[in-house]
């Protein structure tokens, strides 16, 4: 398994999740599954819709406790929240009633920051998402990536040693995520955190990745993939996409992903699982 090399930030023994539902019966979602992120680590994982990508992202949050295995963080077994990780959803957690710089600092006050020394670290961190403008506006008065940005700046804020993301960009438009994808890369190459990002999207995962992890299709999904992606940083996640090198890492993920997506719109729909 790679990302072994030296401890792992995360590691993932035998971890399965089944959910119980109050009839009796069980749906096995996730497999017993292994994995090892290193520290500084990008990781994506991809599959098809409902297989447990974000389930995973929950159990290494610490939101969802396994039902068989076990996360160790930094070596040390995760029996609650995570609190070495940052967590940034597809939706949007800001107030609405906060300006940006509010919502940016409001994670440090709670954590007994100084209101004057967390407000100061707010706008140093809108300054690097490229909102040092806008830290007076509030939610509405944003744009979609702008409030993506103030997102980011607000888990980033907290300095946490490991950044779980679920489809962050998804909502957006492919020209926005093309820039919110180049700024992640650039403060993920500053601060190097080990990184756990889900999403639907392969070229996205290729683009900015060490490394994609292909999920099966469930019940009982598991990786099936360990892809390395030998593409030098630093990356710019449009012209990446034009190289041969990354249409070769592209067509090799997605013989691999069609047959397993095909699989989960063939169950969803209660028919037989297509020949591929």
């Excluded at 979609?144 to 950044?163: D, F, H, N, S, T």
Aim: proline fraction near 7%.
């Amino acid at each position: 398994m790679r990302g072994e090399a030296h401890q792992a930030a995360v590691r993932l023994e035998g971890v399965s999740i089944t959910y119980r539902f109050p009839d009796g019966r069980r749906y096995p979602a996730v497999a017993p599954t292994d994995l090892a992120i290193a520290p500084g680590e990008f990781v994506a994982l991809v599959g098809p819709t409902g297989c447990g990508k974000s389930t995973l992202l929950n159990v290494v949050a610490g939101l969802v406790t396994p039902t068989t295995g076990r996360v160790l963080v930094d070596g040390t077994p995760l029996l609650g929240i995570n609190t070495r990780a940052g967590y940034l959803f597809q939706q949007e957690a800001l107030f609405p009633w906060k300006t940006a710089l509010a919502n940016v600092a409001v994670g440090l006050e709670v954590k007994g920051v100084p209101r004057a020394q967390a407000q100061e670290r707010a706008r140093q961190w809108l300054a690097r998402v490229g909102l040092a403008g806008f830290a007076d506006r509030f939610p509405h008065e944003l744009s979609g990536g702008q409030k993506k940005r103030v997102g980011l700046a607000q888990v980033l804020a907290r300095e946490p040693a490991i950044l779980l993301m679920d489809e962050p960009f998804g909502p957006l438009d492919a020209q926005t995520r093309a820039i919110m994808g180049d700024l992640l890369l650039e403060l993920w190459s500053a601060e190097k955190k080990a990184v756990l990002f889900v999403t639907h999207d392969l070229e996205e995962a290729i683009a900015l990745a060490d490394r994609v992890l292909i999920m099966s299709a469930g019940p009982e999904a598991r990786i099936i993939g360990d892809h390395p992606v030998p593409i030098p940083r630093p990356r710019d996640t449009h012209e990446v996409r034009l190289t041969s090198t990354f249409v070769e890492i592209h067509r090799t993920l997605w013989h691999q992903l069609r047959s397993e997506v095909l699989k989960g719109y063939a169950r969803s729909e209660g028919k037989e699982e297509p020949v591929s």
